[in-house]
């Protein structure tokens, strides 16, 4: 798995050898091409080099225009060594590009395949590499899955230059450091950490350094990649590090004294340590007032609960406390259970797994037909189940209740993380009734406070509980009252603003 030995061999100051090695070690690949070059002094020596890049990862244009003249040859003052007409093609004539210098194969092909154009001269022991890379990217646009009515609509996109660049643009501190790691023997993929040195506490830092530097692995395609490295080693449904795509959730999470983790080809990073009450907040709680944040803010929490208990607790009530419902309910319930064959749990399971399967069909399917397809789809499958008889009106009406509270989370994987717990719920309740519910959600909440995110509690502030954290949890206080900044995270900075 370590890379080859013969990579880290120092470059031959024979050009055609180290021309020949490239192509031979690349297997002679189409797109690695190479183009040959004469350099004129003024005292008449000739030297010949050659440019070798990767076609589609530099921009040709720019290339050439620091590289190249229109005939292929460039002319320079009197020089008499290759090493010397190096060093003065670095300094006076390539305008363009981060330039530097590369000795060995290992540092060659690095720079190749990241979008440099490499410089060779006959009679030199190392090339030059220069930044031409070409950003083809998408453009920043407004992010699909965290929008909102107002606020930013700028996303980050796949380039992580341009994301580290909208992070600097909001927060304009010396004290913003950025981190740079490069991860994958196959990939080599940039990856960045972003904090603010005079909040952060050295611990989060610490350990996040530890667990990075261990990550030995051939590509990171995706900031899911180093989210698995760096969670905490704890079997669990719930996420313990939080994802986002907008610039400003990463920037107001650093300002509280949190690490944001930038990952090169995907416009979601990563911000640890990571609380339970972090994933029902929105960045829009905080760009509305703060008692209408607070409401919708508790609406979330209860939408949770509802995706979280209600098909379980129709279970519990259906099949062993029928005595708690009102008498025409009852009435009105029974008669509807007569024409269905199976019992409830099973009536349920059917029905939560068939939704279950539109929902992952509407994310698959093309945009076009995928939204009236789990529309649609689950309209008619529900109402054809009932008049066939094999559910009841009422298990369709506690199963949509459920799948809708389940889109209010503004986080994804903590709807995820409840669809997984939701089953649970329901197999208990169908075999204890409300006991069973009882003892599942004791079971959850001492597993939730078992959990941490980075070695921090999971439930900070919550437990253990620390009244003057209150102010951002179940409710958003105004802001010129959030005066310090979470003490969960024993931060070097508490002090977010001064007292009014």
Not at 36 to 42: D, M
Not at 99 to 112: G, H, N
Not at 336 to 349: C, D, G, I, S, W
């Amino acid at each position: 798995m370590n890379e080859p030995e013969e990579n880290k061999q120092p470059l031959s100051s024979k050009l055609a050898f180290n021309l020949s090695r490239i192509q031979e070690e690349t297997g002679n690949s189409w797109d690695i091409k190479t183009r040959e070059i004469e350099i004129f002094a003024e005292s008449g020596v000739i030297f010949k080099g050659a440019i070798v890049y990767v076609e589609g990862l530099v921009n040709l244009h720019d290339m050439l225009h620091s590289l190249l003249s229109s005939d292929s040859s460039l002319r320079v003052p009197d020089v008499a060594h290759p090493e010397e007409l190096l060093a003065h093609l670095r300094k006076s004539i390539i305008a363009e590009g981060a330039i530097a210098s590369v000795d060995t194969f290992e540092s060659l092909y690095e720079a190749l395949f990241t979008g440099c154009s490499m410089m060779l001269l006959e009679g030199c022991a190392y090339a030059l590499s220069v930044g031409t890379k070409d950003q083809k990217a998408r453009p920043i646009e407004e992010p699909n899955v965290q929008s909102v009515v107002r606020g930013p609509r700028e996303g980050f996109t796949e380039v992580i230059s341009w994301n580290i660049a909208m992070v600097r643009r909001k927060i304009k501190s010396r004290h913003l450091r950025v981190e740079p790691y490069k991860i994958g023997k196959a990939t080599q993929t940039d990856i960045a950490l972003l904090y603010m040195d005079n909040i952060v506490t050295d611990g989060i830092l610490d350990k996040l350094r530890e667990r990075m530097s261990a990550i030995d692995v051939d590509g990171i395609l995706e900031s899911n990649y180093i989210e698995e490295y760096i969670q905490d080693k704890q079997p669990t449904p719930f996420p313990t590090v939080f994802n986002t795509e907008r610039p400003d959730v990463v920037t107001a999470g650093m300002l509280e004294g949190r690490v944001a983790i930038l990952v090169d080809g995907t416009p979601f990073a990563l911000l640890v340590p990571a609380l339970f009450t972090q994933f029902f907040q929105s960045s829009e709680d905080y760009y509305q007032r703060a008692d209408f944040a607070t409401l919708i803010r508790l609406l979330r929490f209860f939408s949770f609960f509802l995706a979280l208990l209600t098909p379980s607790v129709y279970i519990a009530v259906s099949t062993f406390h029928q005595e708690m419902l009102p008498t025409t309910l009852l009435y009105n319930l029974a008669s509807q259970r007569e024409a269905t064959p199976f019992p409830t749990f099973v009536e349920a399971l059917l029905m939560e797994i068939t939704f279950e399967i539109l929902r992952e069909a509407s994310v698959r399917m093309p945009k076009t037909v995928g939204q009236s397809i789990s529309i649609v789809g689950t309209l008619v499958i529900g109402q054809s189940a009932v008049e066939a008889g094999l559910v009841s009106a009422a298990m369709v009406i506690v199963v949509s209740i459920t799948a809708i509270s389940n889109f209010v989370l503004p986080a994804f994987n903590m709807g995820i993380a409840a669809r997984i717990v939701r089953f649970l719920l329901m197999l208990l309740a169908a075999t204890f009734g409300l006991y069973g519910i009882f003892i599942g959600m004791i079971l959850i909440v001492l597993h939730l406070c078992s959990l941490t995110s980075i070695g921090f509690p999971y439930m900070g502030s919550l437990a253990p509980f620390k009244l003057k954290d209150q102010k951002d949890t179940f409710m958003r206080a105004p802001i010129p009252r959030m005066i310090t900044r979470p003490k969960s995270f024993l931060l070097k900075n508490l002090v977010r603003q001064k007292k009014r």
